[in-house]
């Protein structure tokens, strides 16, 4: 379990000094990189964001779908960093994500799943749209974070509400970050 003070303390210096590069992501996001799965774009750089088929989806079976919108405003790595200036840029990716899977799928909002990875595999901010009748391990309490209930957090709760709150997660035993948060419990 993380509180708002470890990630500060703890987890931000860690993956500043860890994270990979992500030349991949702006690729995508410069349109470098897979533009034949990219789905549907924004160009706006702060409400923007690229939507593309996951390589672990054919692209033909919609219950198997499994989209990222992956946003254009730089400096967002995680959840940690959602504020209430945010609020317009998810629901954004949102609204226009779920119009284009009606439009070029036939899938209406109750058949699609939208969540944020925490701890996400990489640090610039996306969001996992998927088929409600997929599951993933990434899909599960203690990893994914729901679309809707990240806005409504910011917006019904505190808009520094994951700047505070403190967040349970799984990770591997090999993460580095386990030994610092477990070394942390100890004191």
């Avoid at 991949?24 to 774009?41: F, G, P, T």
């Avoid at 504020?83 to 779920?98: A, E, Q, T, Y």
């Amino acid at each position: 379990r993380e509180t708002g003070e470890d990630y500060v303390r703890l987890t931000r210096p860690y993956l500043q000094e860890t994270v990979k590069d992500l030349q991949w992501v702006e690729n995508i996001l410069e349109k470098k990189a897979e533009r034949n799965r990219i789905l549907l774009e924004d160009d706006d750089p702060v409400l923007g964001f690229a939507l593309a088929a996951d390589l672990k989806w054919n692209q033909k079976q919609t219950e198997e779908l499994y989209v990222l919108a992956i946003c254009r405003q730089r400096g967002l790595a995680s959840l940690r960093d959602l504020d209430g200036r945010h609020v317009l840029m998810l629901r954004n990716i949102r609204d226009k994500s779920l119009t284009c899977l009606k439009e070029r799928y036939g899938l209406q909002a109750s058949q699609v799943r939208m969540f944020i990875h925490y701890q996400p595999s990489y640090y610039h901010l996306h969001v996992h749209f998927t088929h409600v009748h997929l599951h993933q391990p990434g899909t599960v309490v203690g990893k994914a974070h729901l679309l809707d209930d990240v806005i409504d957090n910011i917006t019904l709760v505190d808009e520094h509400y994951y700047q505070k709150c403190a967040m349970t997660f799984q990770l591997r035993e090999s993460n580095g970050l386990v030994a610092l948060l477990q070394k942390r419990a100890v004191k």
